[in-house]
Nanobody, 120 residues
Framework: VQLQASGGGLVQAGGSLRLSCGAS????????MGWFRQAPGKEREFVAG????????FYSNSVKGRFTISGDNAGNTVYLQMSDLKPEDTAVYYC??????????????WGQGTLVTVSS
């Protein structure tokens, strides 16, 4: 499986951005997809996750209520709609996929990062 992320950019505080992550290859092997981020000088952290089979998405407390994760019907693309962005959301955002569960430490597949910069 390969993941391709896109949609990052520069936005003012309070603004919105949508990230996309497309999966290709043997996607049937993955059950969960999601997003992580890493801010300068900080460790990578979980942001949001989504099961390809459906069910409730899950979020970190820092983005709950502001970010929404969703997937397309085929289950091969996952989106992260980010609203009410704050300067502390500035980070490189990575999408990831796994057969079982998302983990900050390891996942079966990582996409390349996309930079989100929120100006104050």
């Amino acid at each position: 499986v390969q993941l391709q992320a896109s949609g990052g950019g520069l936005v003012q505080a309070g603004g919105s951005l949508r990230l996309s992550c497309g999966a290709s290859g043997s996607t049937d092997s993955t059950t969960v997809m999601g997003w992580f981020r890493q801010a300068p000088g900080k460790e990578r952290e979980f942001v949001a996750g989504h099961r390809r089979s459906g069910g409730s998405p899950f979020y970190s407390n820092s983005v709950k209520g502001r970010f929404t994760i969703s997937g397309d019907n085929a289950g091969n693309t996952v989106y992260l709609q980010m609203s009410d962005l704050k300067p502390e959301d500035t980070a490189v955002y990575y999408c990831a996929a796994d057969r079982f569960a998302l983990s900050t430490a390891r996942n079966d597949v990582w996409g390349q990062g996309t930079l989100v910069t929120v100006s104050s």
